[in-house]
């Protein structure tokens, strides 16, 4: 089964305001990444998180780590139509070993002008 | 991060066909893997390209099914054997970089198979 369930699946919300985006998980982890897709292609990686770590900012992204809660948000600040796409939590099970990711259910945001 | 591409784009292939997807990268990479995305689904991994020995599958994937070569370190290729229509996917190859400290996975742009 999946390690992460992403909250909400689906998220609608005009330019300019922000999104947020929650990934749970079930096991304890290494690390973790938030990965973009667009329209059924490739994924971008966005921002990694370290099992040490609490807080990351990349630009307009900021995501959070509680893993005494084991989940983790994404936000973005400020959206724009451009930032319409699935987003995606990947998740290294401390179990697994490094490398070996395993992604969530995915939150399609959809950011209207 | 590494440049990755993979060949082909996308493909339409009749039943029972078997089709070779390629995946380059631009720099020598420690681990590279290939994942299978459904319609409509998250990613799933296959198997970890080991270069120099057999892949390591993951559960509910054989390698008579889905056999992967791994030669050298910039190369993989993934084969889905005697394709059915449930094979439609999107198959996408990523890498570990040698240079990373914590472990980030990068994806190439992705390969669409649609199987009639």
């Known amino acids: 089964s999946q390690q992460g369930e992403e909250d909400p699946q689906a998220l609608s919300i005009q330019e300019g305001e922000n999104a947020t985006m929650n990934c749970s998980y079930k096991t304890s982890i290494n690390n973790l990444q938030w990965y973009r897709q667009n329209s059924g292609r490739g994924l971008v990686h966005l921002i990694l998180i370290r099992s040490n770590e609490r807080e990351k900012h990349s630009g307009r992204l900021r995501v959070t780590l509680d893993t005494s809660k084991k989940s983790s948000s994404l936000l973005i600040t400020a959206s724009r139509a451009a930032d319409t796409a699935s987003y995606f939590c990947a998740t290294a099970p401390s179990t697994s070993g490094t490398y070996k990711y395993i992604f969530g259910t995915g939150t399609r945001l959809k950011v209207l002008a | 991060s590494a440049v990755i591409s993979q060949k082909p784009s996308r493909d339409i292939c009749q039943r029972g066909t078997s089709l070779t997807i390629q995946c380059q990268v631009d720099s020598q990479v420690t681990m590279m893997f290939w994942y299978r995305q459904q319609p409509g689904q998250s990613l799933t991994l296959i198997a970890t390209?080991?270069?120099?020995?057999?892949?390591?599958?993951e559960s509910g994937f054989v390698i008579d099914k889905f056999p992967i070569s791994r030669p050298n370190l910039t190369f993989s290729t993934l084969t889905v054997s005697n394709m059915s229509p449930e094979d439609s996917s999107i198959y996408l190859c990523?890498?570990?970089?040698?240079?990373?400290?914590?472990?980030?996975?990068?994806f190439g742009p992705g390969t669409r198979l649609t199987v009639l």
């Open positions: 990523s890498v570990g970089t040698s240079g990373s400290r914590y472990n980030e996975q990068f």
């Open positions: 390209a080991n270069q120099g020995s057999e892949a390591t599958y």
